[in-house]
Every structure is written in structure tokens, then in C-alpha cells.
């Protein structure tokens, strides 16, 4: 009997030091590569954008482009890593185009109640 609780609290106390919070042991996250890309073209809304991105586990590299109002065309190439931090060269493409003509001021009507 004796012999029995002696090792019921020899297996209690093993058990209490190896988690001592009581947790489960923790694995060590690694980095994993991985690769995505994505792209949006609406002609209705002339909303074009898109981007590219992969890591090799260690480092991203990637570049994203943006249709812009001007008719210009913005991509960011960028590096980020441990070392460098984040670094971005920003190019445009064509020629910055403004409309002649512009349409009536937008507005927004009053609701009247505001906060108080």
C-alpha cells in the first residue's frame, strides 16, 4: 500500500516538473516558403490592382502594381528580412493624364441630428 502511493506521487511530482505550467510542450515555429499571388481587374470600376509574393522561408520578395485615377500604372518591388527590415523601390509607368472637364462637386446632405 505504502509502495503504491509512493509511486502514484513519484508520478505526480515527474509529471509537475516536466510542465510545470501546466502546458503542453511548445513546438518551435519554423519558417515555412510558401508562394500566393492575386490580381483584380474591373473595367466598370476601373479598378486594377494586384500583387506577388513569395518566401523562401528566410526572406519575402514580392511587388504589387496599382491602376492609378492619373492613368499611371504604380508597382513597389520589396524585399523584407530580419537583417534589411522592409525595403521597397517604387517605379511608375506612363504618363500622368488629368482630366479637362471635371463633374459637379460631390456632397452629402445633413442629417440634421449630429452628436450631442
Known sequence: MIFQVAV???VVVVGALAH???YE???PSEP???HFNYAVHDDYKGTHFGQNEKSDGDAVYGSYTVALPDGRKQTVDYTADHYKG???KVSYD???K???HYGPAVTFKQNGGGYH
Open 8 to 10: 502514484a506521487v513519484l
Open 20 to 22: 510545470p505550467d501546466g
Open 25 to 27: 510542450p511548445a513546438y
Open 32 to 34: 515555412l516558403p510558401y
Open 86 to 88: 522592409f525595403v521597397a
Open 94 to 96: 506612363g504618363q500622368a
Open 98 to 100: 488629368h482630366p479637362k
